[in-house]
């Protein structure tokens, strides 16, 4: 069975588990996927997860969801998906099955987050997902600020995160001693090649002979690809890495803080010269601050990926930055500055590119323009940072935001 927007089906639940939302060396919950577990509120209402993977992959609750995808029934669950199809954005479940389409209930792939390290600070990021964050907090309470970044961004800025020490979990153990079994390993963060322990669980992969029959599937800043990472990404079937980037130039190096973009590229193209890449991705968090540095990113993905990896495919996965509500959100842009954006951009070519347009169309029809709050979330952070969003944004936005 094929996942399509007329059915209900997702191969997730057949083949996946997500090992994701820790507090300390103790899991809170399995989920199919990622999307499930963005909100960590326990969707699938787990009362014990101290099992294992394959444990929770044959429990009733998963057996429940995949009977509910087979039979055209919309799961609670995965309202994720299904509110992004509402809108006419094309969710994770119709890309379930990229390069797996055998519909058989077998678990073979896991999706793993062990840790909140990471070497950025990006701007749509948090304490949750980079362990940097911490000396931000401390800036904006000691400045009596920390209340109004939580308003700016619709409380996406915790002081406090539940901190994963999963290095000592019976899940993390039992993978490692299931290397065999798992086909495809995906890692999120924090930053996976800034963690130690996904590394350490790499050489696990190599050590049992395994790496020659897994894809690897990361979500990465692509900032960290040097000669120890590149060395044992070769080892590897496939790589299927999602590559961050949200901009280009000063776009960039506002947004991914405190990264530059030439060393970004630097580290690109030494990661797209491998020769076990499956399929080229890039993850591009659409937001006020990038909006109109599209063409530019499109035209720059192109080029290098073409001349780098010899032609290998690619696609970028646009997506709106969250909380949809929040200052920098593209929902807070007056509809003229969004029909401008979306203007520049209609001449090229989008088949590589998912949800652009419609992600675009979507801030225009549920438009909540607030240029304070945007403004708000702008300068505050620009405080934090000694940042100064005239010298790296659009004139376009600029202009609106201090007239």
């Not at 039979?71 to 119709?94: F, M």
């Not at 702008?378 to 609106?400: G, M, S, V």
């Amino acid at each position: 069975m094929k996942p399509e927007k007329h059915n209900t089906y997702c191969d997730y639940p057949f083949k996946q588990i997500a090992i994701k939302n820790w507090n300390k060396d103790k899991l809170l919950e399995y989920t199919p996927c990622c999307m499930m577990s963005t909100s960590g509120d326990n969707k699938m209402n787990w009362e014990n997860v101290n099992i294992t993977p394959i444990e929770a992959f044959e429990n009733e609750r998963f057996e429940k969801l995949r009977l509910d995808l087979l039979s055209n029934i919309k799961n609670e669950s995965c309202e994720t998906c299904w509110n992004q199809e509402d809108k006419g954005i094309e969710s994770a479940r119709l890309y379930s099955q990229e390069y797996d389409t055998k519909s058989f209930s077998n678990l073979r792939q896991i999706d793993i987050t062990l840790s909140n390290k990471c070497n950025l600070m990006c701007r749509m990021c948090n304490y949750g997902n980079s362990h940097n964050f911490k000396k931000e907090i401390s800036f904006f309470k000691k400045h009596n600020l920390l209340d109004q970044i939580q308003y700016a961004t619709s409380d996406y800025y915790p002081e406090k995160t539940l901190m994963p020490n999963s290095t000592n979990s019976d899940q993390i153990d039992w993978l490692k001693n299931n290397t065999r079994k798992i086909k495809v390993l995906k890692a999120s963060g924090g930053e996976p090649f800034y963690d130690d322990q996904i590394c350490q669980l790499l050489n696990v992969y190599v050590d049992n002979d395994d790496a020659k029959s897994t894809i690897l599937e990361f979500d990465t800043n692509g900032t960290l690809f040097n000669d120890d990472v590149i060395s044992l990404n070769e080892k590897f079937k496939f790589l299927n890495h999602s590559i961050s980037i949200d901009g280009v130039n000063s776009v960039y190096e506002y947004i991914r803080y405190p990264h530059t973009f030439n060393d970004f590229n630097k580290s690109l193209k030494r990661y797209l010269k491998l020769n076990n890449i499956f399929c080229v991705h890039y993850a591009f968090v659409l937001s006020s601050l990038n909006i109109f540095n599209i063409r530019d990113f499109l035209f720059y993905v192109r080029s290098i990926t073409s001349l780098v990896s010899n032609n290998k495919d690619f696609y970028i996965n646009f997506e709106k930055v969250r909380p949809y509500d929040r200052g920098t959100s593209i929902n807070l842009l007056p509809i003229y500055l969004l029909e401008e954006a979306k203007n520049d951009i209609l001449d090229l070519e989008q088949k590589n590119c998912k949800n652009l347009i419609s992600s675009i169309d979507d801030a225009i029809l549920n438009n909540n323009a607030n240029k304070e709050k945007m403004l708000l979330e702008i300068t505050l952070l620009d405080k934090a940072r000694n940042q100064n969003f005239k010298k790296y944004l659009d004139k376009r936005l600029i202009k609106w935001l201090t007239k």
